[in-house]
């Protein structure tokens, strides 16, 4: 592997790192700390120290001019320069001259040469000039004026600030390394930091690797998780109870499919056997091909149903909505269930209307389906009920016949796929135990629910749908 490479996959793996990225930004946060600290410090200092020169250099001028003033005239100037360098106190960075206003140096006490112009302007205006620094900052001037016996004078005092500079690049070097170092510091603290704070996601990972098809009823445990994880791990939780919801169903309805098709293609399988075994007239032929023809009709139905099931499940269904009375809808099904009411001496009755924008089509579908399944579980001579009513944005309908007691556990498993009920099971001319199911997902599809009870003979299996319009005043 050349080095190129390796640096690039450092770097992706640097770049893919929480714990890298979070120490990262600690360390960039504690050095804008640092360094927003160390400069406000920085200039804090400099300006104390520049404040402490200016008044060292007016102090000093004040005791220049009282020293000045115990000189009689400018004879006695040279005698008093041991008394100078007194005042000035052994400091090798400060200077101080005594010239007449024309700038010109009334005794040699520095070498530094001052510009007649500046020295005029400070002996024609207040009796303290103002401090100036040279254009490199390392200098502080002051000019002041001062009596020399009768005759007006100039003192001049020059302040070197290298030492001053010294301190402030050295100032300055220790907050750059301080800087350095606690990022650094921090980096590796938050590097540690972010390990630990991160140790709880490690767990929540390695938990989440022993659940499998084998395990899915296994859970994170939420109270293990700081608050900040807790919802992470609630929703990953309820992630994993939906897989696993889908998963049992999945392999239930795989069970219930491959059940359901084994019964007719097993039948066609030994019609064709029997009719093979010996030659047959035509007529002979002829029925089994209608039984086998029954039979194929049965899985046609069934793969149908089948597919709108799966369409449902993925919302690969288009809505065609449009207002649907559903009275009138439920009139034209039991129109249509009439003969074979008739043939079980059952009573057909619609109660109640509503209005409701939906898909036409699947509301006829939907009604059609309870009312198939009403009809055919119906105790002869009974009535069957369909009845509608809506209000509160919703429409609701309740199919009602008289049969079989339904218990609780198959109430609430009625409208699943390939369920029918046990008195039912193996029957002949019994449905594939999809009705009801696409009664729930035509529901479900227009934001809806499905129920079922059972009391006192009476079973009712009832649907409600949103979007429900004003309700047409007919019965």
């Given at each position: 592997m050349s080095?190129?490479s390796?640096?690039?996959r450092?770097?992706?793996?640097a770049?893919g790192?929480?714990?890298v990225r979070?120490?990262?930004?600690?360390?960039l946060?504690?050095?804008?700390?640092?360094?927003a600290?160390?400069?406000s410090?920085?200039?804090?200092?400099?300006?104390q120290?520049?404040?402490?020169?200016?008044?060292q250099?007016?102090?000093?001028?004040?005791l220049?001019?009282?020293?000045?003033?115990e000189?009689p005239?400018r004879?006695?100037?040279?005698?008093?320069v041991?008394?100078?360098a007194?005042?000035l106190?052994?400091r090798?960075d400060l200077?101080?001259?005594?010239?007449?206003e024309?700038g010109?140096?009334?005794v040699?006490?520095s070498?530094?040469?001052?510009?007649a112009d500046?020295?005029?302007?400070?002996?024609a205006?207040t009796?303290?000039h103002e401090v100036?620094?040279?254009s490199?900052?390392r200098y502080?001037?002051?000019?002041a004026?001062?009596?020399?016996g009768e005759?007006p004078?100039?003192i001049?005092?020059?302040?070197?600030?290298?030492?001053?500079?010294?301190?402030?690049?050295?100032?300055?070097?220790?907050?750059?390394l301080a800087?350095?170092l606690?990022?650094?510091l921090a980096w590796?603290?938050?590097?540690?930091?972010a390990?630990r704070g991160?140790?709880p996601?490690?767990?929540?990972?390695?938990?989440a690797?022993?659940?499998g098809?084998?395990?899915?009823?296994?859970?994170?445990?939420?109270?293990?998780?700081?608050?900040?994880?807790r919802?992470?791990?609630?929703?990953?939780n309820?992630?994993?109870?939906?897989?696993?919801?889908s998963?049992v169903r999945?392999?239930?309805f795989?069970?219930d499919?491959a059940?359901?098709?084994?019964t007719?293609?097993?039948?066609?399988?030994?019609?064709?056997q029997?009719?093979?075994?010996r030659?047959?007239s035509g007529?002979?032929?002829r029925?089994?091909?209608?039984?086998?023809?029954?039979?194929?009709?049965r899985?046609?139905?069934?793969?149908?149903?089948?597919l709108?099931l799966?369409?449902?499940d993925?919302?690969?269904?288009?809505l065609?909505?449009?207002?649907v009375?559903?009275?009138?809808?439920?009139?034209?099904?039991l129109?249509?269930?009439?003969p074979l009411?008739s043939?079980?001496?059952?009573?057909?009755e619609?109660?109640?209307?509503?209005g409701?924008?939906a898909?036409?089509?699947?509301?006829?579908?939907l009604l059609?389906?309870?009312?198939?399944?009403a009809?055919?579980?119906?105790?002869?001579?009974?009535?069957?009920e369909v009845?509608?009513r809506?209000g509160d944005?919703?429409?609701?309908?309740?199919?009602t016949?008289?049969?079989?007691?339904?218990?609780?556990?198959e109430?609430?498993?009625v409208?699943?796929?390939?369920?029918?009920?046990a008195?039912?099971?193996?029957?002949p001319?019994?449905?594939?135990?999809?009705g009801?199911?696409?009664?729930?997902?035509i529901?479900?599809?227009?934001g809806?629910?499905v129920a079922?009870?059972?009391?006192a003979?009476r079973n009712?299996?009832?649907?409600?749908l949103?979007?429900a319009?004003s309700?047409?005043a007919?019965?």
């Amino acid at each position: 592997m050349s080095l190129k490479s390796a640096e690039a996959r450092l770097a992706r793996r640097a770049h893919g790192s929480l714990r890298v990225r979070l120490s990262t930004v600690f360390a960039l946060i504690a050095s804008a700390a640092i360094a927003a600290v160390g400069l406000s410090l920085y200039l804090t200092l400099a300006a104390q120290l520049d404040a402490d020169e200016r008044a060292q250099l007016v102090s000093k001028a004040q005791l220049f001019r009282q020293l000045l003033a115990e000189i009689p005239d400018r004879s006695a100037l040279g005698a008093q320069v041991d008394r100078f360098a007194d005042v000035l106190g052994g400091r090798g960075d400060l200077q101080v001259d005594v010239m007449d206003e024309r700038g010109k140096a009334l005794v040699e006490l520095s070498s530094f040469a001052w510009p007649a112009d500046i020295v005029r302007q400070a002996g024609a205006g207040t009796e303290m000039h103002e401090v100036t620094s040279s254009s490199d900052g390392r200098y502080h001037f002051l000019l002041a004026t001062a009596r020399l016996g009768e005759e007006p004078a100039v003192i001049g005092i020059t302040h070197d600030r290298a030492a001053s500079q010294l301190l402030l690049s050295r100032f300055a070097t220790w907050i750059v390394l301080a800087c350095v170092l606690g990022s650094v510091l921090a980096w590796l603290l938050g590097y540690v930091a972010a390990a630990r704070g991160l140790a709880p996601l490690g767990r929540m990972a390695q938990a989440a690797k022993r659940i499998g098809p084998q395990h899915l009823g296994e859970r994170l445990n939420v109270d293990d998780c700081p608050a900040e994880l807790r919802q992470v791990a609630s929703s990953f939780n309820e992630m994993l109870a939906g897989m696993e919801d889908s998963f049992v169903r999945l392999s239930q309805f795989s069970a219930d499919l491959a059940h359901e098709l084994r019964t007719p293609i097993g039948s066609l399988m030994l019609q064709a056997q029997v009719a093979l075994g010996r030659p047959r007239s035509g007529a002979e032929l002829r029925a089994v091909l209608e039984s086998g023809l029954e039979e194929l009709e049965r899985l046609s139905r069934m793969v149908n149903h089948m597919l709108f099931l799966a369409k449902a499940d993925h919302a690969q269904l288009a809505l065609k909505r449009e207002p649907v009375d559903l009275g009138e809808e439920a009139d034209k099904v039991l129109e249509f269930f009439e003969p074979l009411a008739s043939e079980r001496r059952l009573k057909l009755e619609r109660r109640g209307t509503a209005g409701l924008h939906a898909d036409r089509n699947l509301m006829r579908r939907l009604l059609a389906n309870l009312v198939s399944n009403a009809v055919r579980h119906a105790t002869e001579g009974s009535m069957v009920e369909v009845s509608v009513r809506g209000g509160d944005g919703a429409a609701g309908i309740v199919v009602t016949n008289e049969g079989r007691h339904l218990s609780q556990a198959e109430c609430r498993r009625v409208f699943d796929r390939f369920y029918r009920g046990a008195a039912s099971r193996g029957s002949p001319g019994e449905g594939a135990g999809l009705g009801l199911s696409i009664v729930k997902s035509i529901a479900e599809l227009h934001g809806g629910r499905v129920a079922a009870s059972s009391a006192a003979g009476r079973n009712s299996f009832s649907v409600t749908l949103m979007g429900a319009r004003s309700p047409t005043a007919r019965d």
